[in-house]
């Protein structure tokens, strides 16, 4: 189990400009979720797969966020023409089955200028 | 809706010292609920879990109780150490088969030698 991995760490980038995530979860599992955080909140879930399909998405989550999980394995967040307050830590957490807990990655910090 | 209230922070104590850390719920259905920890540089952790009423969730001396006619759930720990020093998020999840986490908003404990 070598845990849920998060790429980048951090993620500074001018506004207006599109930024990529990627997450890769825990090998056998099969869920994939997509949650936000801002500086003194909980996270807030943003969309969620089983295996490749998009299954669940937030209000949260604008026309200008997308998600992908292509062959149901590894993720990708995408936020086009960023603003100022997409800056969040993005985290991305996998799970084994619906009674299983979420095993959470360190995240995505980035910073909209 | 499904929401969490949980006691605002930041929490300090002295080494040894009781804690308690309030957590109330509104949720429809019948959810599951959850205690996370976040230690400083981490990703979050899933710290104990409660499935139906009156169960006791418990972990690393940290327990919680189900309690549904006060749709409460209360984190205690009675004996703190300074490696307790953290961020911790009660959330629950719906039950509705994706799985996905409502937190609040998180408070942040400090312990002191």
């Known amino acids: 189990d070598t845990g849920v991995s998060q790429d980048p760490r951090h993620k500074i980038t001018k506004r207006g400009q599109n930024v990529t995530f990627r997450c890769d979860p825990i090998s056998e599992h099969n869920r994939l979720y997509w949650y936000r955080q801002t500086l003194g909140q909980g996270p807030e879930f943003l969309t969620y797969f089983q295996n490749e399909a998009q299954l669940e998405k937030s209000r949260l989550l604008s026309d200008r966020f997308s998600a992908e999980r292509p062959k149901g394995s590894f993720s990708t967040l995408e936020i086009q023409r960023t603003e100022q307050g997409d800056s969040a830590m993005y985290l991305c957490?996998?799970?084994?089955?619906?009674?299983?807990?979420?095993?959470f990655g360190n995240g995505t910090r980035l910073t909209v200028t | 809706g499904n929401s969490v209230t949980q006691m605002e922070g930041p929490v300090t104590l002295s080494e040894e010292a009781f804690l308690t850390i309030n957590c109330t719920y509104t949720?429809?259905?019948?959810?599951?609920l959850f205690w996370y920890v976040q230690y400083p540089g981490e990703g979050l952790q899933l710290l104990l879990k409660?499935?139906?009423?009156?169960d006791k969730g418990s972990n690393k001396g940290f327990e919680a109780t189900y309690r549904k006619e006060t749709t409460s759930f209360h984190l205690e720990k009675g004996s703190v150490q300074v490696s307790d020093s953290a961020v911790y998020f009660c959330a629950l999840s719906a039950g509705t088969g994706a799985n996905n986490l409502f937190f609040g908003t998180g408070t942040r404990l400090t312990v002191i030698p």
């Open positions: 409660a499935t139906k009423a009156d």
């Open positions: 957490a996998s799970s084994l089955s619906t009674d299983s807990p979420l095993h």
């Open positions: 949720a429809t259905g019948y959810p599951s």
